[in-house]
T-cell receptor
Framework: GAVVSQHPSWVICKSGTSVKIECRSLDFQATTMFWYRQFPKQSLMLMATSNEGSKATYEQGVEKDKFLINHASLTLSTLTVTSAHPEDSSFYIC?????????????FGDGTRLSIL | SQQGEEDPQALSIQEGENATMNCSYKTSINNLQWYRQNSGRGLVHLILIRSNEREKHSGRLRVTLDTSKKSSSLLITASRAADTASYFCATGGDYKLSFGAGTTVTVRA
């Protein structure tokens, strides 16, 4: 079945560091990928929609200069948390859907646990 | 933004019992999806039910959809300890998904 690989699975770093998270669709192409943030015991909140070859679409309240998204190919999107601070600590999850199919579920990566000290 | 509500927020059952959770949504849909999330992991897709379907089965899972009431339910029969997880409904069709608040299910051995 369709697989989405997300890397790294966890990151611990100092305040002020920039962190890059990768999301890859392994056996399908995805012109669109999605980035979510999840706080403990809460649901997923969509941060942005990553569009291959064009700018990402950010949800209201999400700082585009803080969360840089690049979708350079049909199988890879990256999220960079720039100058991360403790309040950016969270669980980040990406998802993708096979572009060639309609009415199909999204496939999720295993998430990245980000802890900023 | 959150699409709707799920209830109950938490459910604790004995192994072998059935678990039922409900999801309500606000807008018209093309399909509704149910996902499972084990602690600290990503989401696993369980079932997608289209707007013209009323019921769907997959193994021990049964999903119903009532578009007139804008609601769906997920039934897990003969639960197992491995079913312990959070369950989310999501709507959005082929575009971005909106998730319910989720139901945390604990299956006691």
């Amino acid at each position: 079945g369709a697989v989405v690989s997300q890397h790294p699975s966890w990151v611990i770093c100092k305040s002020g560091t920039s962190v890059k998270i990768e999301c890859r669709s392994l056996d399908f192409q995805a012109t669109t990928m999605f980035w979510y943030r999840q706080f403990p015991k809460q649901s997923l909140m969509l941060m942005a929609t990553s569009n291959e070859g064009s700018k990402a679409t950010y949800e209201q309240g999400v700082e585009k200069d803080k969360f840089l998204i690049n979708h350079a190919s049909l199988t890879l999107s990256t999220l960079t948390v720039t100058s991360a601070h403790p309040e950016d600590s969270s669980f980040y999850i990406c998802s993708a859907r096979d572009t060639g199919l309609s009415n199909q579920p999204q496939h999720f990566g295993d998430g990245t646990r980000l802890s900023i000290l | 933004s959150q699409q709707g509500e799920e209830d109950p927020q938490a459910l604790s059952i004995q192994e072998g019992e059935n678990a039922t959770m409900n999801c309500s949504y606000k807008t018209s849909i093309n399909n509704l999806q149910w996902y499972r999330q084990n602690s600290g992991r990503g989401l696993v897709h369980l079932i997608l039910i289209r707007s013209n379907e009323r019921e769907k089965h997959s193994g021990r899972l049964r999903v119903t959809l009532d578009t007139s009431k804008k609601s769906s339910s997920l039934l897990i029969t003969a639960s197992r300890a491995a079913d312990t997880a959070s369950y989310f409904c999501a709507t959005g069709g082929d575009y971005k998904l909106s998730f319910g608040a989720g139901t945390t299910v604990t299956v006691r051995a």
